[in-house]
């Protein structure tokens, strides 16, 4: 005699629900990935042909070009201008692409069923409120996250391949946020906040709109607060010996007795005599530059990742909770 078992409760049915309720979005966002790794293909290709093009010529883009060679040297100085934009513009694609995720999930994807009440459709074909919430995180976070690994890892190919006039440093702002596991961090940290918002506002478009200003407001602090996650390294003495891709933290002097003063007390400016005397009535004696080194790259970025992660972990817990709450 067999005894039935009941079947083990699966994401798959809810998942392609999710799938066929937004296929157009789906559909748009999987085509403009790919014209994006096209064109920064493309583009990368094209740049490091028009260096090889003109290097191989007879003009030089370093010191003065002569007049036989100014128009040359224009016009491979804004051919690679405009090429560096594409990169640019991609960048910023990754850096808006997660306030946009934020708001997608917010809205359409969660407050829209609730503000129409087609969720209850859902929930009366044996998918659980849990299930349900559980499918509409999990289809965008795996596409999601499988397309922004691509874009990053194209981008940051395109970037070291051009050879452009225009070289970008490792900590510039544009540069930190779209390499590394970053914009994976940043997009999934936007698709639990707005998974969050929709919850509690059930309302597709404050629920859009607060999601949006939440997302967008923490990634600034933390593009702006960056450096300090982790202990920068200190150079001091009466001349500091900067080298080429320190990301530089804060500069200042320094007393006989250590104490630090931020900033320059003294004008660089002003005569030599003045500016000696001004460091001896301040008793500044040499001075102090904090910096992260190129080998911070990773460090910093792990950290940012730990914290967003730790805070999307947070909005995925309190969301499943209130919808427990909510529906008993």
Request: glycine share 8%.
């Amino acid at each position: 005699m067999s005894t039935l078992t009941p079947a083990r409760p699966s994401l798959r049915g809810p998942a392609l629900v999710v799938v066929r309720q937004h296929r157009w979005t789906l559909w748009i966002a999987g085509g403009l990935a790919l014209a994006a790794v096209i064109a920064l293909v493309a583009t990368a290709l094209w740049s490091a042909h028009v260096v090889d093009t003109f290097e191989s010529g007879p003009c030089s883009a370093e010191g003065d070009p002569g007049r036989s060679c100014y128009q040359p040297v224009r016009d491979y100085l804004d051919s690679m201008g405009a090429l560096s934009g594409v990169f640019n513009l991609a960048g910023l694609v990754l850096r808006v692409l997660p306030v946009i995720v934020s708001a997608f999930v917010a809205g359409p994807m969660i407050a829209r069923e609730l503000e129409s009440g087609t969720f209850k459709f859902s929930w009366t074909q044996s998918v659980s409120p849990a299930r349900w919430l559980a499918a509409k995180l999990a289809v965008p976070a795996a596409l999601l996250l499988a397309g922004v690994s691509v874009l990053t890892a194209v981008l940051t190919w395109a970037r070291s391949y051009a050879d452009t006039p225009y070289p970008v440093q490792w900590h510039d702002a544009p540069v930190f946020s779209t390499s590394g596991v970053l914009p994976l961090a940043h997009t999934f940290f936007g698709m639990c906040v707005g998974a969050l918002a929709g919850l509690l506002i059930r309302r597709t478009l404050p629920a859009l709109a607060v999601s949006a200003l939440v997302t967008g407001t923490a990634l600034t602090v933390l593009t702006y607060r960056r450096q300090e996650l982790w202990p920068p390294r200190t150079l001091t003495g009466e001349t500091l010996n900067a080298k080429e891709g320190m990301w530089w933290v804060e500069t200042g002097d320094l007393t006989s007795g250590g104490e630090r003063l931020t900033g320059t007390v003294c004008s660089q400016s002003a005569s030599e005599a003045d500016r000696l005397q001004c460091m001896t009535d301040h008793d500044i004696t040499s001075h102090y530059l904090d910096y992260h080194p190129a080998s911070h790259f990773w460090p910093l970025q792990l950290v940012e990742t730990g914290i967003l992660l730790a805070l999307a972990a947070v909005a995925v817990a309190v969301a499943f909770r209130v919808l427990r709450r909510r529906t008993g």
